[in-house]
C-alpha cells in the first residue's frame, strides 16, 4: 500500500498563507526597504497598497519575508519586516510551458497567468504558421514588457 500524500494546507512557513495585500519582488530582504519607481507605481496604483497593509517580499531565489506597510506616496512605499527571513523550497521538478506568440494584449495575459500559477520558465515559441511576426525591434520592446508583467 502506497503512503498517504502528505497535505498541501498552507503553513506559516509559505507566503501563500500570509494574508497580504501584495507580494513584490525585492533586490534585498532588509529589515527596512523603500521601493520606487515603476514597482512603486504598480503598488500604489494598481493594487492600492496603504499604510498598516502587509506585503510580502521575495528575491527571486526563494527566499521571503513579510512586511508592514509604515509609509506609502510620492511614488515611493517603505516597509519594516514583520516576520524572519523564510525559504520556500524549489518544486521539483521545474515547470516549463512553451506557447506561440500571439496577436495583442494576449502574450501579457499568457505571462501574467502562467506566473500566477507558478510556472518556472515561459517560452515562446515562433511557429512556422503563426501570423504574429516580431522584428528585432519590437522583440525587444516586448520582451521587456513581459518580463515586467512576470515581475509583477
Not at 85 to 107: D, V, Y
Amino acid at each position: 500500500m502506497a503512503d498517504a500524500p502528505r497535505s498541501r494546507i498552507p503553513s506559516a512557513d509559505f507566503p501563500a498563507s500570509v494574508r497580504a495585500t501584495a507580494h513584490a519582488y525585492l533586490e534585498r530582504l532588509d529589515d527596512t526597504y523603500v521601493i520606487d519607481g515603476d514597482d512603486a507605481h504598480h503598488l500604489l496604483r494598481v493594487r492600492r497598497v496603504r499604510v498598516g497593509e502587509v506585503v510580502t517580499g521575495a528575491d527571486g531565489h526563494g527566499r521571503w519575508r513579510v512586511y508592514e506597510v509604515t509609509a506609502a506616496g510620492d511614488g515611493r512605499i517603505e516597509l519594516h519586516a514583520t516576520s524572519a527571513l523564510a525559504r520556500e523550497p524549489r518544486l521539483e521538478p521545474g515547470l516549463t510551458i512553451a506557447c506561440a506568440l500571439t496577436k495583442g494584449e494576449r502574450p501579457e495575459l499568457v505571462v501574467q497567468k502562467l506566473t500566477e500559477l507558478g510556472v518556472d520558465t515561459v517560452l515562446l515559441v515562433r511557429a512556422a504558421r503563426s501570423v504574429v511576426r516580431w522584428d528585432d525591434q519590437r522583440e525587444t520592446t516586448a520582451m521587456g514588457r513581459l518580463r515586467r508583467v512576470a515581475r509583477e
